[in-house]
């Protein structure tokens, strides 16, 4: 599948080292005003080449509009048509990979499903295909940005080096992430530890969904947390999703737990927010957070047992540009998920009101 969502509708298209990655977002409300600096700033911040911890490969991910949006900047309710142009591959790095399956790498699986496979990066298994992803995010935050909704993603953990509580539950149990300078430079530590030796890391990316309204979602197949959880584990290397208090609700006591009401629902329905924001898969008005855990980048920088496809074993040394901690580059994708599932959840809302 290539293309992702029900009536806000992302389908995407291009290879790592193809020519181009892009895109159509078909759904967009007509009349909402583009922002490109505000898109351009949410791309650059998944760019690669900025951060020296992670991927050195530098693209200038500057979008290209084909259609949808009127000169004026204004969206015309049609499909939006975007493409990103590839400046800056160097398949050659690639060439050992043409007849050798990377271990925990989707090369071997992509071959069984198609019987071939793009070697060159890794083809659509590539993370340069979120690129597509923050361009249909940052545009339908372009039009969410009108109901006050809010999305903040961070890292919040990388490897051992963690924040205990990513969240934190302050007055009128409001949600922010928890950060500090010291956990930060920890964390960047151990990066570029594993950078150094080779090696990769992986980590925890934190979100939460703040301003949304009571009532959205569709109970039993339909539910919010499994649509969110739909698109995140569609994300690059992400292993696991949990919201509210994810696993640690299965270590407590029913009476730790409850989310007692407030008198009158006011200021908020609820005094606490264990439940993460969604009961029976509706949302309570309260704010929606969630975990993603992501596996360590699988390409590392020392020589590793390759298959061949002939089921020989070589010792191979992969070359090419890798992030030693794919979680790094990872909120603003998460973000920019978010951002579609919520566009999604309001055009079915607005169908169901209508």
């Excluded at 204004?74 to 499909?79: K, V």
């Excluded at 990769?200 to 039993?220: F, K």
């Excluded at 969110?228 to 270590?251: C, D, I, P, T």
Aim: charge should be negative; hydrophobic fraction near 35%.
């Amino acid at each position: 599948m290539n293309t992702f969502g029900e009536r806000l509708r992302l389908t995407t298209f291009g290879e790592s080292h193809g020519k181009a990655m892009g895109g159509i977002l078909d759904g967009m409300p007509s009349g909402v005003e583009i922002d490109m600096e505000g898109i351009q700033e949410m791309i650059d911040r998944r760019r690669t080449g900025v951060d020296p911890l992670t991927s050195q490969r530098r693209e200038t991910d500057v979008p290209e509009i084909l259609s949808g949006v009127s000169e004026d900047g204004f969206t015309l309710g049609t499909p939006i048509g975007f493409i990103f142009r590839n400046s800056d591959a160097r398949s050659g790095d690639y060439s050992e990979l043409a007849d050798h399956f990377r271990p925990n790498h989707a090369d071997y699986c992509y071959d069984l499903r198609y019987g071939r496979r793009d070697y060159r990066g890794g083809g659509r298994a590539s993370a340069r295909e979120t690129v597509n992803w923050v361009m249909g995010g940052a545009l339908a935050r372009e039009w969410l940005a009108l109901y006050d909704f809010d999305v903040e993603a961070r890292l919040t953990a990388v490897g051992h080096v963690h924040y205990d509580e990513p969240f934190e539950f302050g007055e009128n149990a409001e949600i922010g992430i928890a950060y500090n300078d010291d956990v930060e430079a920890a964390m960047r530590a151990e990066v570029e530890r594993a950078r150094s030796e080779g090696d990769s890391v992986g980590g925890r990316v934190s979100c939460v969904i703040t301003g949304v309204p009571g009532g959205l979602g569709d109970p039993v197949f339909g539910k919010v947390q499994a649509r969110l959880a739909q698109a995140m584990m569609s994300l690059n290397a992400v292993k696991g999703f949990e919201y509210g208090m994810g696993s640690r609700m299965a270590e407590a006591r029913g009476s730790e737990v409850i989310d007692n009401f407030n008198e009158g629902f006011c200021p908020t329905p609820f005094s606490s927010n264990h439940a993460g924001g969604v009961l029976g898969g509706i949302t309570t008005g309260m704010p929606i957070y969630f975990n993603l855990r992501f596996k360590p980048t699988p390409t590392i920088g020392r020589p590793v047992a390759m298959a061949t496809e002939d089921g020989e074993i070589d010792i191979v040394q992969a070359r090419g540009r890798h992030d030693p901690c794919v979680a790094m580059r990872a909120p603003v994708i998460v973000e920019a998920l978010s951002w579609m599932v919520l566009g999604d959840l309001m055009l079915q809302q607005q169908l169901v009101i209508s």
